[in-house]
């Protein structure tokens, strides 16, 4: 026996197992999912091909998913166990390839098994009247071979594809789509008819192919697609409607908002404009939340194509030039439903029409305005911005160790990417390279003596974590060469700082930096307000020659004035940010 059939046997046995597993789950309160393989738009269909699944599956059901389709899904299970099932189920092509998780929240009343009613949901055991008529038409008796082979030969071109596509998809054929059915494809209509419970005539009837295709667009059905016409953006396309829907208009956007249970969004982009305009926008969408940090990017001459993954979520963005009219789409997913997205995306992007029309850019002038916010989208923030400040002609920074652990990315002053060169535990220190080299304003001046006790320093950063722009002086007094508990290699201050200002330089009254402002230590005592502590500047030498960077000395000077000390400090602190 095969592993992969052991082990259906062994999940079609011990489904018992499994629902108490998921009783348990639910009890834990972990996520109980199902997995969906089919879905028609006939009650009677659907109850015909749930009952030829439960001939060979053991934990078959059937439930309505609104809009009068009607779905048959296998569970339910926790999700651990449902990608283990969805994956050798489709590995012995016992479901089509495309079969998907679908969530508790997308299912209403049960149809099969005939009156169970597990979700307590209610239970459907005929077709229900619909408004348009009362009387359930018949369905007509399949074909014959002969009958089916007359009927295929009434078939487009591109009908012809789309099944050679269909059977693509659900693992059944791997030769060219080109819409010629050959003994390819017939012996791949033979296996998929096999598979399904009809006898393996190599021709599908007109009644199998509908099962086929409905059985592709499963993940299309499955969250509503339909043709929407936006004429004030001037776009038309398919779009998932059962699961967003139209919220407002905010230049250049027009915003369609989550309306199910996925999560899903999508916004229509529509603005007059030129390349200038469009390679500005491609700038702004990066800054956004929606589009996270890794992924493809692609900019052309009239065009360009975003795709972020991250923070539990999967966008893709594209926009295109023409006429002097900006158009485009953004689609954002949830991470984890991957095979039904790309079938989502793909309708979208093959069905993008452009009409007349395009949003006016005054439009939108009375919605809610707010820094932290482009068109109503929120900008990305990073999870930390501390200060630092640049050590030699190339752009190194020092700054706080805090500042860039475990960061997807680091940035200097929010537009320049940096990587880790060294970091010191003991002294709580970090020494960053730019990616590309920079040309600093200012470089730093280590203070080659020690300093006097009770002279004024002032330490420069960005107190309030890049908000206000430029970093701010905050003045104070050297209390001590040593910690509290007589350590050496830190300094404690008389200085009231802002969690923004950790990693700056503390400046003695010629400029010379004199050591590095430390992070307040979470969890430690209260400390009387007004106390801070800063790594000395035999530490930052020593971490510095650690990393290769040569650092620049600086003697005893005389005292710069206001002015002079707020340039000194302007040109070579930096904001140091970490992003997810």
Known sequence: MRPLIAMILFLITNLAFLGSGTAQAQ???QETVWIQIEAHPSLREAQDRAQIYSNALADVNGFSLGGSWYGILLGPYTREDAERVLQVYRSERQI??????????????????????????????????????????????????????????????DERKDLQIALQAAGFYTAAIDGSFGRGTRASMSTWQGANGFEQTGILTTAQRKILMDQYNAPLISVGMQLVTDPQAGIRMQMPVGEVAFSHYEPPFAHYKSNGSLGVRTLLISQPGDQATLFGLYDILQTLEIVPLVGDRERKSDRFTIEGRGDGIVSYTEASLKNGEIKGFTLIWPA???ARRARVLAAMKSSFTRTDGVLDPAAGADAEQRIDLVSGLQIRKPRLSRSGFFVDSRGAVVTTAEAVRSCTRITLNNDFQAELAAEDSASGLAVLRPVQPLAPIEIAGLRTSSPRLQSEIAVA?????????????TFGRLEDLRGLGGEAGVARLALAAQPGDAGGPVLDASGAVLGVLA???EGAQQLPQGVSFAADAESLRSLLEQAGVRAQDQLDGNALSPDAMTRLATGMTVLVSCWD
């Open 96 to 157: 089509p390839r495309d079969a998907f998780i679908a969530r508790s929240s997308n299912l209403r009343q049960q149809f099969w098994p005939v009156g169970a009613n597990v979700l307590n949901r209610g239970a459907v055991t005929a077709p229900a009247p619909t408004a348009q008529t009362d009387v359930a038409v018949p369905e007509p008796a399949d074909e014959t071979p002969a009958q089916a082979r007359r009927s295929e030969r009434a078939l487009t071109a």
């Open 27 to 29: 009890q834990a309160g």
């Open 461 to 473: 950063g960005y107190s309030y974590e890049g908000v206000l722009g430029a970093p701010t002086l």
């Open 336 to 338: 984890g439903d991957e």
């Open 519 to 521: 992070p307040a230590k």
